[in-house]
């Protein structure tokens, strides 16, 4: 019997394993900011994790279960875990529909009827980063999974977009076969639909890995909680820093914004292609369970 799927899933845990830790490393920043700095010690655990990795865990429970995205065993998993854990800083528009679809709602009624028109918020592209993970080989199916978990709660094209690079980046980051800065921007775009999303990344080619002002003012950082606002800035930060995990989440939180879902969203990226993740941040970081 092939060892593929086995394999796949454990770059899945890998992902997940960085996109945790990426969460709980920028969560520290709505705390500890501007006291924690590089050269202050690491705070002591544990470092509270938050709704990314929790529907990240349902990502990884779905493609573990099933080997793909199946939309309605991920929606229940989604609702399940929120029943379990309300607490772990979920949006009002997410409280919502995960109420709903725990009460027997169906998320395809329920999620369009958000904002009128569906959610572009960052949460679909804060999970998705193990979809590119087990789907190391075939970017495009990573595409095509990562809408499929979208959709669920993100009904608007540009959560859609967002996650679907995101998901990209993360195969790609695993498959180590492309180069670093902007050949790996590039390559994230023969899968990203016209969107907003997509202007964004096209706009990141043209920043130098050094010029962080002008990749906050020009890409955004999660302030919005788009998909447009976070995205494009996260994969400007991962293609530069593909290899060294640890400088690549220094560099997200130098933009501030929502640290804990860019954080996550490179974490769940970078984990894939860097040599290592640092054990002693892993130590730190609340355990993962339920998987």
Request: glycine share 8%; with cysteine.
């Amino acid at each position: 019997m092939s060892m593929e799927p086995d394999r796949a899933l454990e770059r899945a845990k890998r992902s997940l394993e960085g996109l945790s830790l990426g969460d709980a490393f920028g969560e520290l920043f709505f705390y500890y900011y501007p006291k924690f700095t590089r050269s202050s010690p690491l705070p002591s655990g544990p470092w509270t994790w938050t709704d990314d990795t929790h529907m990240a865990l349902s990502i990884v429970e779905t493609l573990k279960n099933h080997g793909q995205i199946e939309q309605d065993s991920l929606a229940q998993a989604f609702a399940k875990r929120f029943q379990q854990e309300p607490f772990r800083g979920y949006a009002r528009g997410a409280t919502r529909l995960l109420q709903q679809i725990a009460s027997g709602a169906d998320w395809r009624k329920e999620a369009p009827a958000l904002f009128s028109g569906g959610s572009y918020g960052n949460g679909a592209a804060m999970r998705v980063a193990p979809i590119g993970g087990y789907f190391q080989s075939d970017p495009g199916r990573a595409a095509h999974e990562a809408q499929l978990s979208a959709v669920i709660t993100h009904a608007h094209p540009e959560g859609q977009a967002g996650a679907i690079a995101v998901a990209v980046a993360a195969a790609i980051a695993a498959d180590k076969s492309t180069s670093p800065g902007h050949d790996f921007l590039k390559s994230i775009l023969d899968f990203v639909p016209d969107s907003e999303v997509r202007e964004g990344i096209e706009r990141a080619l043209e920043i130098p890995p050094d010029q962080m002002d002008i990749a906050i003012q020009e890409l955004g950082t999660g302030f919005r909680v788009s998909a447009q606002d976070t995205v494009p800035f996260c994969l400007w930060i991962a293609a530069y820093n593909l290899n060294n995990y640890e400088e690549a989440l220094w560099r997200t939180v130098e933009g501030m914004g929502d640290t804990d879902t860019t954080c996550a969203i490179v974490g769940g990226i970078v984990a894939l292609s860097a040599e290592e993740i640092p054990t002693d941040w892993l130590e730190r970081r609340e355990p993962l369970v339920g998987l």
